[in-house]
């Protein structure tokens, strides 16, 4: 298990108001730098990983270091992989100390959209330092509660954390009775070798997304739940 901690956030204030679709000229736009200049200030991204190895599979469900995961869709792309990683990211607890302070739903707005990118942040360290210290090559990720509701439930997240112990005194992160993490912008998830890129939102079919990134595959999705393992 290795923390990392050490996760520089930089945001580009021209990316910001492109995302949220403001005028750099505006009186907002000067609100929201005086806002990223605070966050940047006490922003803290971090996130936590373990290397762990499938001990068995069965039709639906892998165990990954004595923890069982129920999954048709993991338990299908880990077929032919042996090691995994397994991980929690998170924009980290400091950015909730502003948004407490504040009742203001669009500065909350801006916050949260600052809050997403640090998670950004987040992951894309951990997958640069992964593919760099391990010499991995294409690798895909799974995320419980990500996609439609069956493919690997959010209840899920329960094993997942169990496996790192206190998820919460090592990087802050907590889970709710409801499976949703604390802070919010965090994300838990494995990370598998794979030959072929695989997205959960290619096994889902909601139409509305804006987290969308890839288009929905119904075809690939049947051939998940074909006994052919």
Known sequence: MEVLNDIVFQVDMDTLLARLHIDKKSEDAKDI??????????????????????????????????????SRVLRVNLDKVERVFLYVATCGRELDEIVATTDDFMKQFWLDTIKEMALGSSIKYLDDYLKRKYA?????????????????????????????????????????????????????????????????????????????KAPYDKNLLETYYRDRI
């Open 136 to 212: 991995l090559g294409q690798v895909s990720k799974m995320n419980p509660g990500s996609g439609a509701k069956d493919l690997w439930p959010i209840e899920e997240q329960k094993q997942l954390f169990s496996i790192f112990g206190n998820v919460k005194d090592l990087i802050g992160v907590e889970l709710t009775d409801s499976f949703l993490m604390v802070p919010n912008k965090s994300v838990s998830g494995i990370y598998f070798p794979t030959e072929i890129r695989f997205e959960s939102c290619q096994l889902c079919p909601r139409e509305v997304c804006p987290g969308r």
């Open 33 to 70: 730098q005086h806002l990223l200049q605070s966050a940047a200030s006490i922003c803290k991204p971090k996130t936590i990983y373990e290397v762990s190895y499938i001990q068995d599979k069965g039709h639906n469900t892998v165990n990954i270091g004595g923890v069982i995961f129920t």
